[in-house]
């Protein structure tokens, strides 16, 4: 059975800091999505990726696919980073069923 | 922001009683999902749609329908909603992609409360 897990499950930083949030996962993949749920309930696609690094911003997110891990990074952390950052795997095989993590709950403090 | 709509946003009803939930999208994009949020759970798959009349069962989609006529619109069926069904009903799109499922596009969700 294919899982993803997330750490931390919560995390408290203070505003500046800079924030990792790990990703592993136990079969192998096509790729992987991040996603932001907003204190509101919103969910938002963060990234898509199946190899390397990628930068939006203040974030980035890379992928080591022979490890089955990725993170994301957030650096110079603010207050409205707060939210739920939720990853998603795509097993390989052509599947199109996302499977997801539980989530790791990020609280910036100012 | 990609144009997708959930309805209702907010529902209550009782034990029993057929409750349908509708996915609107402006998109075109082939992939539709149903998922559902719950405490201590990742999103969970409940059925999705890679075109129409084209449905594909989830992980936990015992108890549920669904049904896609057109492009654009993707129903979610409780034929007789339980208590279990309690949940936040989130509505997804994707395009495809090379490595399969692209972006994903979220509803802002349907809370469903079963009495």
């Known amino acids: 059975k294919n899982e993803v897990e997330q750490s931390p499950q919560n995390l408290t930083a203070q505003e500046g800091e800079f924030i990792t949030i790990n990703c592993s996962y136990s079969v192998g993949i096509s790729a992987l999505h991040w996603l932001q749920q907003h204190p509101g309930g919103g969910i938002v696609s963060l990234f898509m990726?199946?190899?390397g690094k990628k930068k939006h911003g203040r974030l980035i997110a890379t992928i080591n696919i022979q490890e089955k891990h990725s993170s994301l990074h957030i650096t110079a952390s603010h207050p409205r980073d707060s939210a739920v950052y939720i990853c998603a795997a795509l097993p390989q095989g052509g599947s199109e069923k996302l499977v997801f993590g539980k989530g790791t709950k990020l609280t910036v403090n100012p | 922001d990609a144009g997708i709509t959930q309805s209702p946003r907010h529902k209550v009803t009782e034990t029993g009683t057929p409750v349908t939930l509708r996915c609107h999208q402006t998109e075109n994009h082939r992939y539709m999902y149903w998922y559902r949020q719950d405490p201590g759970h990742g999103l969970r798959l409940i059925h999705y749609s890679y075109g129409v009349k084209d449905t594909d069962k989830g992980e936990v989609s015992d108890g549920y329908s669904v049904s896609r006529s057109k492009t654009e619109d993707f129903l979610l069926t409780l034929e007789s909603a339980t208590s279990s069904q309690t949940s936040v009903y989130f509505c997804?799109?994707?395009?495809?992609?090379?490595?399969?499922?692209?972006?994903?596009?979220f509803g802002e969700g349907s809370r469903l409360t079963v009495l």
């Open positions: 990726l199946s190899s």
């Open positions: 997804a799109i994707s395009e495809s992609s090379w490595t399969g499922v692209g972006e994903l596009f």
